[in-house]
């Protein structure tokens, strides 16, 4: 996906591999900026940043889209989960769960109404570029999406800290919906599931954090798909 424009500050004018960046960018026919001295610490969300910028188009697509509806062929067996995040608050968290859902092959993921701005820059630095690589759809509440992805014939499980199914007894082969709740409250009462999930843990801790409990579940998914 190529940048809408590129900004390049004075700091690091000098830099070669910024200056071969900037010449690439331009002979593409994009836009180049060069910034003042000190611009680039104002208009940056971080204290240190780097002596680049870019601003890129949305890369979100509809979920109906993405996982088809009633008439369209039933999802295939062995593909991965498609994850959605329902009342995820935290950015750090969303964008994990994007590089997680990214590394282990997730078919998509969907960020409800109530979750995070997945173009929260703190969201997006996060997600360390897998906002551009995993299909992501946005908005619509959960029982909407989940709605959705039923009649597009997904198996809708939610994770749940107790009396959920071991999750390496859940076969993650079918076409599944895995469905991550608010990292305090958890999932939202009175959601259209067809079943729960947990992570049994020997120690303590009351729960995983939400991205590393997505990054389990995920994975042993992506383990069940690599074993057939």
């Known amino acids: 996906m190529a940048p809408e424009s590129v900004y390049v500050a004075a700091e690091g004018a000098d830099d070669p591999a910024v200056a071969q960046l900037a010449d690439d960018v331009a002979d593409r026919g994009l836009r180049v900026y060069e910034l003042a001295p000190g611009v680039i610490g104002k208009v940056a969300d971080t204290v240190t940043p780097q002596p680049v910028l870019a601003v890129f188009p949305m890369v979100h697509r509809d979920l109906?889209?993405?996982?088809?509806?009633?008439?369209?062929?039933?999802?295939?067996?062995?593909?991965?989960?498609?994850?959605?995040?329902?009342?995820?608050?935290?950015p750090g968290n969303a964008g994990t769960v994007l590089r997680t859902a990214d590394a282990?092959?997730?078919?998509?993921?969907?960020?409800?109404?109530?979750?995070?701005?997945?173009?929260?820059?703190?969201?997006?630095?996060?997600?360390?570029?897998?906002?551009?690589?995993?299909?992501l759809a946005v908005g619509g509440s959960p029982d909407d999406v989940l709605d959705t992805l039923g009649r597009a014939g997904f198996r809708r499980l939610g994770t749940v800290v107790r009396d959920g199914d071991d999750y390496a007894a859940v076969d993650w082969t079918l076409p599944t919906?895995?469905?991550?709740?608010?990292?305090?409250?958890?999932?939202?009462?009175?959601?259209?599931?067809?079943?729960?999930?947990?992570?049994?843990?020997?120690?303590?801790?009351?729960?995983?954090?939400?991205?590393?409990?997505?990054?389990?579940?995920?994975?042993?998914?992506?383990?069940?798909?690599?074993?057939?």
């Open 104 to 135: 282990a092959g997730a078919r998509a993921v969907v960020c409800c109404g109530g979750t995070v701005d997945p173009y929260n820059p703190k969201t997006v630095r996060s997600s360390a570029g897998s906002l551009f690589h995993v299909p």
């Open 177 to 228: 919906a895995l469905v991550l709740g608010n990292e305090a409250a958890g999932l939202p009462d009175g959601l259209l599931l067809d079943g729960t999930v947990g992570i049994p843990m020997a120690g303590r801790a009351e729960s995983l954090n939400v991205g590393m409990a997505c990054a389990v579940l995920c994975f042993e998914a992506l383990r069940q798909r690599r074993t057939k």
């Open 64 to 90: 109906a889209e993405l996982v088809g509806g009633p008439a369209a062929p039933p999802p295939s067996p062995g593909g991965g989960p498609v994850v959605v995040m329902a009342d995820v608050r935290d």
